[in-house]
């Protein structure tokens, strides 16, 4: 085997510490960067040494490269939409320098990056999708909710937006529940020109599957159930079990997967009742937050895509074993977290009690559950996780304050009589 030097983007996710593991236990020398102090994967023995960015940048990604160049990497892993963004924008400059970026050209990323641009696909390769419009104008939106129904849900397009300047995060799916509320959601998700997606609710359970592709041709998958969603209104899960893939998600996944001659790891995830054809829902064109499952369970994603990227010869495993059960515990603080804060205005889905979030969290959980984090060749990161977990709340606390502080200070700025206009510098020197 080849050892590469191989960067990991992203850090402080949990699938950032899945490729850490993985990399590190195949022999490789992995690195990794984020621009937190101490983010999640850098805990890990497999981690030789972190970068700290700078921001999610331009010149931060520049100096990145040049910390790289120095390690001798051979592999840049992103693991989120924006550092494949910041990645592609200079491509050349990393290839210059010897590095293969671990994430396709921007041409083929848009197509799953732009939630729009991934339905329409989607339809035109004869995929099931919700009841979707794409308006174009505020008048386009009232006429979009009307068409699907009320209660409706609007989607930002991008799930990380450039705004010419830096990244503005969405936060989610917002549901309107009649005409009187759409216009705020509308402004809530507008990204520049690029109106939301408007979207009718279908039922069914929320299922995803997971491919590693070789230009449009997946190589790998996996599947998996979702025990406990992050956020119950609907997200990444803090406890999943490996399942079976089912037949009719792969040949819906493999068909998409083909159109948009994907190359490298993807999600695919779809409503699925069980009657029913299922409806696609989105893609992740990336690593998933739940990758140390596909790991733990048999299907090595990164090691899989490391040997894609470098030209070795691949073996994908014929099957993996079911009815693994990882826990991410943090996922589970944060999901009480949510469950306090009470459920998003017009959410349609059952919501729990905090009785129900502190049984989930204090309680005994399903049968062979295993934690995410720790590991009994690694267990640092199961300690990183709760000090990086603790950093962000602390921050996010700080963050409200001072918007409500400095709020507050704009309001009575609004009623105190400007100031008298500051004397002249000569004055000011006499």
């Known amino acids: 085997m080849t050892v590469e030097r191989i960067l990991v983007l992203d850090g402080q996710t949990t699938q950032a510490l899945a490729c850490v593991r993985s990399l590190g236990r195949a022999g490789h020398v992995v690195f990794v960067a984020s ?10 023995r497999y981690c030789r040494a972190h970068f700290r960015l700078a921001g999610e940048t331009g010149p931060a990604f520049a100096a990145l490269r040049t910390w790289a160049l120095q390690r001798r990497v051979h592999v840049v892993l992103p ?5 494949c963004g910041l990645c592609n924008a200079e491509r050349e400059q990393w290839e210059a320098l010897g590095m293969t970026l671990g994430c396709g050209p921007e041409a083929m990323l848009v197509g799953a990056f732009n939630k729009a641009r991934t339905l329409e696909l989607a339809q035109a390769c004869g995929l099931r999708i919700p009841p979707t419009r794409f308006p174009q104008s505020l008048a386009d939106c009232h006429t979009a909710a009307e068409a699907v129904g009320y209660p409706c849900i609007l989607k930002p397009r991008f799930s990380d937006f450039w705004d010419g300047e830096r990244f503005l995060a969405d936060h989610g799916a917002r549901y309107v529940q009649n005409a009187d509320d759409l216009e705020a959601g509308v402004r809530a998700c507008r990204q520049g020109e690029f109106w939301p997606v408007i979207q ?26 979702r025990i406990r969603d992050v956020r119950p209104s609907g997200s990444g899960s803090s406890l999943r079990r490996s399942t079976a893939l089912d037949p009719r998600l792969q040949a819906a996944a493999a068909r998409l997967l083909s159109a948009l001659a994907w190359h490298g790891p993807a999600m695919v995830e779809f409503r699925d009742d069980g ?14 937050g739940s990758l140390e499952l596909a790991v733990a369970s048999g299907v090595d994603f990164p090691k899989l895509w490391v040997d894609l990227l470098r030209g070795a010869p691949i073996e994908p495993p014929t ?16 999901r009480l977290l949510y469950v306090a804060a009470g459920p998003p205005p017009g959410c349609p889905e059952p919501y729990p009690s905090i009785l129900q979030g502190l049984r989930e969290v204090l309680g005994p959980q399903p049968h062979g559950t295993r934690s995410e984090t720790w590991s009994g060749d690694d267990r640092w990161p199961a300690v990183g996780e709760w000090v990086q977990g603790v950093g962000d709340v602390a921050g996010a606390v700080r963050a409200a304050l001072a918007r409500r502080y400095f709020g507050a200070r704009s309001g009575a700025a609004a009623r105190i009589p ?13």
Not at 319 to 334: F, H
Request: hydrophobic share 40%.
């Open 319 to 334: 099957r993996y074993e079911t009815g693994v059960t990882l826990r991410w515990l943090w996922g589970d603080v944060k």
């Open 200 to 225: 009718g609710i279908v039922s069914g359970r929320g299922k995803g599957v997971f491919a590693l592709c070789d230009r449009g041709e997946p190589v790998a998958w996996f599947a998996h159930e």
């Open 418 to 430: 400007p100031a008298p206009p500051a004397p002249p510098a000569e004055a000011m020197r006499a």
């Open 79 to 83: 693991q989120r939409e924006r550092s």
């Open 275 to 288: 009657a029913a054809e299922p409806c696609l829902i989105e893609v992740n064109g990336r690593f998933w």
């Open 35 to 44: 621009a937190h102090r101490r983010p999640l994967a850098a805990w890990s």
